[in-house]
T-cell receptor, first 112, second 114 residues
Framework: EAGVVQSPRYKIIEKKQPVAFWCNPI?????LYWYRQNLGQGPELLIR????????DSQLPKDRFSAERLKGVDSTLKIQPAELGDSAVYLC??????????FGPGTRLTVT | GDSVTQMEGPVTLSEEAFLTINCTYT??????LFWYVQYPGEGLQLLLK?????DKGSNKGFEATYRKETTSFHLEKGSVQVSDSAVYFC?????????????FGRGTSLIVHP
C-alpha cells in the first residue's frame, strides 16, 4: 500500500512569491491534515479535512494561506505571498475517522 | 486548550541502557494518546498508542501507559539500540465539538551511542 505522497520535497522561493504544496493521502483515508513544523518543534495543525469539508482551520493564517481538497482526495496548500517566517516543513497526514495518522515525508520550504 | 509537554532533549544514552522520555498532557475529556517517531530524513510514524486510562501501548520494545491520575504517558524501553536514535513526539487527540483535534509536543531527540 502506498503511503502519503507529498510534492515537492524541497522548495526555495523569494519572499512575496507564491508557493503551493500537493498531497495525495492513503487510499480510503477520509481525514486529511496539513501541519507546519518549525525547526525543533512539534507539528502544528493548520487545517483538517473530513472528506471535502474543512472542519478545523482555526490555525490557518487566512490572509495568505489557502487550502482545498477537491473530490475529497488530493489536497493543495498555497501560500501567497510567502514571508520569511513561513520557512518550515509542511507535513501532510491522513487517517480513517481521526484515528492514527500516517504522515508524508513533508515539504521543506525556505523563503529567502 | 489542549497541550502536551515533553522532556527536553537531547537524551544521550549508551547502547543497552534503559530509556524514559517523560510526557504529560492537559486536555478536557478523555483523549487518545500517541507516541510518534521521526527517523532522520523521514516522516513521522506512529510508534504506539493508548485510547483509555490504564491502557498500555507497546511496539518494538517500547511501552507507555496511559495514566489519567497523573495525566502522563511516559515512553520507556528496557534496552535501547543505536537504531533507536530519532526524535520522539508525544501527542494527543482530544475531542472538541465532535471533532478530534491533534496536539503534539515539541519532540525529544534521542541519541544512542554504541
Amino acid at each position: 500500500e502506498a503511503g502519503v505522497v507529498q510534492s515537492p520535497r524541497y522548495k526555495i522561493i523569494e519572499k512575496k512569491q507564491p508557493v503551493a504544496f500537493w498531497c495525495n493521502p492513503i487510499s480510503g483515508h477520509n481525514t486529511l491534515y496539513w501541519y507546519r513544523q518549525n525547526l525543533g518543534q512539534g507539528p502544528e495543525l493548520l487545517i483538517r479535512y473530513e472528506n471535502e469539508e474543512a472542519v478545523d482551520d482555526s490555525q490557518l493564517p487566512k490572509d495568505r494561506f489557502s487550502a482545498e481538497r477537491l473530490k475529497g482526495v488530493d489536497s493543495t496548500l498555497k501560500i501567497q505571498p510567502a514571508e520569511l517566517g513561513d520557512s518550515a516543513v509542511y507535513l501532510c497526514a491522513s487517517s480513517i475517522e481521526g484515528d492514527e495518522q500516517y504522515f508524508g515525508p513533508g515539504t521543506r520550504l525556505t523563503v529567502t | 486548550g489542549d497541550s502536551v509537554t515533553q522532556m527536553e532533549g537531547p537524551v544521550t544514552l549508551s547502547e543497552e541502557a534503559f530509556l524514559t522520555i517523560n510526557c504529560t498532557y492537559t486536555a478536557t475529556g478523555y483523549p487518545s494518546l500517541f507516541w510518534y517517531v521521526q527517523y532522520p530524513g523521514e516522516g513521522l510514524q506512529l510508534l504506539l498508542k493508548a485510547t483509555k486510562a490504564d491502557d498500555k501501548g507497546s511496539n518494538k520494545g517500547f511501552e507507555a501507559t496511559y495514566r489519567k491520575e497523573t495525566t502522563s504517558f511516559h515512553l520507556e524501553k528496557g534496552s535501547v539500540q543505536v537504531s533507536d536514535s530519532a526524535v520522539y513526539f508525544c501527542a494527543l487527540s482530544g475531542e472538541s465539538g465532535g471533532s478530534y483535534i491533534p496536539t503534539f509536543g515539541r519532540g525529544t531527540s534521542l541519541i544512542v551511542h554504541p
